[in-house]
């Protein structure tokens, strides 16, 4: 199945740090994948920018590609740094706060 969002990527394979940009004391996202089944998203967070605590119905993956982050599941928190993955379960309160600058890819699984 070929994605409508991913084929405005142009010619793979990309850098995925490189896909999106800071952007001083703001969050931005963009989009890469759109299907039935779930999403992939990059984000950049600068330093001190974050999500509130809230639920999802799916599991979500995230992969911090670029800095750092404080990622709290279910009232624990989790220091994330460039390189690691961490799950976010479905239904688990989670919220996150970009104790550095950071970029993230979310991979939503909605199966």
């Given at each position: 199945?070929?994605?409508?969002?991913?084929?405005?990527?142009?010619?793979?394979?990309?850098?995925?740090?490189?896909?999106?940009?800071?952007?001083?004391?703001?969050?931005?996202?963009?989009?890469?994948?759109?299907g039935?089944?779930?999403?992939?998203?990059?984000?950049?967070?600068?330093?001190?920018?974050?999500?509130?605590?809230?639920?999802?119905?799916?599991?979500?993956?995230?992969?911090?590609?670029?800095?750092?982050?404080?990622?709290?599941?279910?009232?624990?928190?989790?220091?994330?740094?460039?390189?690691?993955?961490?799950?976010?379960?479905?239904n688990?309160?989670?919220?996150?706060?970009?104790?550095?600058?950071?970029?993230?890819?979310?991979?939503?699984i909605?199966?």
């Open positions: 199945m070929k994605s409508k969002t991913a084929s405005k990527l142009g010619t793979l394979p990309q850098d995925v740090v490189d896909l999106i940009d800071y952007q001083s004391d703001a969050i931005v996202s963009r989009e890469i994948v759109k039935k089944t779930g999403s992939v998203t990059v984000f950049a967070f600068d330093a001190g920018q974050g999500l509130s605590e809230h639920t999802a119905p799916f599991d979500a993956l995230v992969q911090v590609l670029d800095g750092e982050s404080e990622i709290t599941i279910a009232g624990k928190a989790h220091t994330v740094k460039a390189s690691q993955l961490i799950v976010m379960p479905a688990k309160p989670h919220a996150l706060k970009a104790t550095k600058r950071f970029k993230m890819l979310l991979v939503m909605r199966s």
